[in-house]
């Protein structure tokens, strides 16, 4: 497979490196001072907590380059317009694994909407200067699949491939039939307590703000009552139905977790708050688009 990693950040360099190392012509598309590094010692991976440090000999470009297989691409929320314009005249589908609230039509309009599919990366980690820092792989972890899905729900040729094709290189992938759902339902969730995080300053503190955890609650539950369809998975159906009081008793614990603090949710860049704000301002926009149609 012919394929082409757009975004150089934890996700797409860990992808990157796994399908170099599985064997699969890839190329990484990185710009600025990431490009550099990655010109210069490749990609770099190493285990959180753990002192080996893991070089892999990905090739990277700075533009794209030709037709490719599959693009996929692990870019925040607010940067996929600009993404979307520099791949208007590149040849290949386009896997889009990352947080999207707005639907398929919005990327289909700019690329065509036979090139689209969308998906999420479980995989995680922190940039420790040019090294990525991946989470250990766990029994758990190992069980958390990476989904990806056609925009209208169908098992097709294609996405069969594609997730065949990441199992071999130890990505545990499989075919979601209602993927639109599952992102609108992923940003139900993630919008509100990533915000909240960022208000209060880190996961741990805003553990410890019983008041602004209430607050992040309650605008999941509207989030999710605005949703077209059922929660994605079903079990999100829970923050809707379970006592407060137990909500926030197990969201705390949460953010007071090794999950939480190793996780994203400490990454407090405007880059961050970027993306954030523009997935609730999707959010808003196809709750207000449901209720007026």
Partial sequence: ??????????????????MHEAGHDVSLLARGERLTALRRHGVRLAE????AVERVPVPVVEHPDGGYDLITVFVRTHQVDAVLES?????????????????????GAVIGHERVLLGFPTTGGTMDGDVVRYRRSSFLTRRVAMPIGE????????????????RTAGFNAKAEPRMDAWLRTHAAFTAPLGQ??????????????????RGMLHLMRQNLAALETPPVPRAFAALRTLPQGLLVAVLRRFLRSPTAVHSGLNDLSPATAAELDRLAEQLRTRHYRANVG
Wanted: glycine share 14%; aromatic share 6%; with cysteine.
């Fill in 151 to 166: 925009p209208d729900g169908r098992t097709t040729p294609r996405l069969e491939r594609i997730v065949e094709t990441f």
């Fill in 1 to 18: 497979m012919k394929l082409l990693v757009y975004g150089a950040g934890v996700c797409g360099s860990l992808f990157a490196a796994r």
């Fill in 87 to 107: 791949l208007a005249g590149v040849q290949g589908d386009v896997l889009f694994l990352l947080n999207w609230a707005a639907g398929p039509e919005t990327l």
């Fill in 48 to 51: 959180e907590g753990g002192p």
């Fill in 196 to 213: 909240a995080v960022h208000a209060a300053g880190g996961p741990v503190v805003l553990a410890d703000a019983p008041d602004a955890v």
